[in-house]
């Protein structure tokens, strides 16, 4: 008898393509959002993509009842707990969030704290503490990467503890997505590369994560194939609609997949990196990928191997650890045409994180709640030996 199980849930709308922010109050009256608050931030509000969602308003009944738009990149639970005062007292009824992953895990955060009732969002922190049906949410990604638009996690600050909090419950996930393309047309070069190895580590490490199942893999497989063929191409021509389309469904797939069956050690050591470091949750990918890789070599050879495939660099004259190590090159050359291309960081130390901060930084990606879908346990000192291997 296959012993084998696994669940997979991802209930999000999709609209997806072309014009699609249009469908925009259509999709709100079906989920009876007819007073949202938009949260968006600076870069996307000078971007003028605030404005593109405005106009999709013109002519219809369904109206914002407020517009936040300073969401900050490294959101936190202070102010999270403020939003939901002005979500009350604006009397909306449901929520838009416009941008990457802070301004969406705000929004869902804000979304947990109004739908509750309750005064502080860290009284809801962990796993499954959410027990009834949140207000609706609509999502409108504006970078490629998080996957947070399907995705039943949150990841907010509190600086207090200098640690990232974590909120997973199938509540939390929105009720709409609208990927389109155009929304992503104006994201910086730096961006759209960090942010696009963010959504190609969630395909990784889900492809490689002890809960790993055959759907997550499906959506892990097709995700790896758009990020290969479109990440240098919209680096070199990020104006072109299909560059961006095929990124931005590259992600929503890595978010669905990684959703149903977590990441590892790499995002473990991104998410303490970005707590005691500060430093983007892209970037701190960007940067960890090939060396986690490297830790998990011996016990994900054969997965990286067929990735390989995907990559379009499987050799069937190499052995499957070849084949595999073919792979890991393939990340760490990645990440030299990401630096040729966008300037972008591939050291720790480039990237301003402190030698002297590696101790807290192990201490915390131990404990963090990827560590133990990692297909490989690990312990302080490892995450300090791929820390040192990263920094220079
Ligand atoms: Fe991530």
């Known amino acids: 008898m296959n012993k084998k199980y696994f669940e997979f849930y991802n209930p999000v709308k999709i609209v997806a393509g072309y014009k699609s922010l249009a469908n925009l109050p259509f999709e709100l009256k079906l989920i009876k959002g007819l007073n949202p608050l938009i949260l968006t931030d600076k870069g996307v509000k000078e971007a003028g993509l605030l404005d593109k ?24 639970v202070k102010i999270v707990n403020s939003i939901a005062k002005i979500y009350k007292s604006s009397g909306c009824d449901s929520i838009i969030a416009v941008g990457g992953g ?23 922190e962990g796993a499954e503490t959410i027990d009834k049906k949140l207000n609706p949410l609509i999502v409108i990604p504006t970078t490629s990467g998080t996957g947070s638009e399907a995705t039943y996690v949150a990841v907010i600050s509190d600086p207090d503890e200098n640690v990232k909090l974590a909120f997973t419950s199938y509540f939390i996930l929105p009720d709409l997505a609208i990927i389109d393309p155009e929304m992503t047309l ?31 893999d499906s959506y892990s497989i097709t995700s790896i194939r758009l990020i290969n063929k479109y990440l240098i191409k919209t680096l070199k021509d990020g104006k072109n609609l ?47 990928l090939p060396y986690g890789m490297e830790f998990n070599f011996e016990k994900c050879n054969k997965l990286y191997a067929e990735l390989s495939l995907h990559f379009d660099i499987y050799d069937i004259k190499k052995s499957e650890k070849e084949n595999a190590k073919e792979l890991i090159l393939k990340i760490f050359s990645l990440q030299e045409e990401l630096k040729a291309l966008a300037g972008i960081p591939i050291k720790l130390k480039d990237a301003g994180v402190r030698k002297e901060d590696f101790p807290k930084i192990a201490e915390k990606a131990v404990l963090d709640g990827s560590s133990i879908f990692n297909c490989k346990e690990f312990t302080e000192e ?3 030996n791929i820390l040192q291997k990263a920094y220079e």
Do not use: W
Not at 103 to 124: C, F, M, P, R
Not at 252 to 273: D, E, K, P, T, Y
């Open 242 to 288: 299909e560059n961006r389309y095929n990124l931005a469904i590259a992600s929503l797939l890595a978010g669905i997949s990684f959703s149903n069956s977590m990441v590892g050690i790499i995002h473990s050591i991104a998410h303490a990196l970005g707590g005691v470091s500060h430093l983007p949750h892209g970037l701190a990918n960007t940067i960890i």
């Open 102 to 124: 802070s301004v969406i895990d705000t929004a869902k955060g804000v979304n947990i704290v109004v739908s509750l009732n309750i005064k502080n969002l860290k009284e809801y």
């Open 186 to 216: 104006t994201l910086p070069q730096k961006l759209t590369a960090t942010t696009s190895m963010d959504a190609l580590t969630h395909s990784i490490e889900a492809y490689t994560s002890l809960q790993k199942n055959p759907l997550s």
């Open 53 to 76: 969602v405005l106009k999709a308003f013109s002519g219809s009944t369904v109206k914002p009842c407020n517009i936040i738009d300073n969401i900050p990149s490294d959101s936190s």
């Open 382 to 384: 490892d995450v300090i």
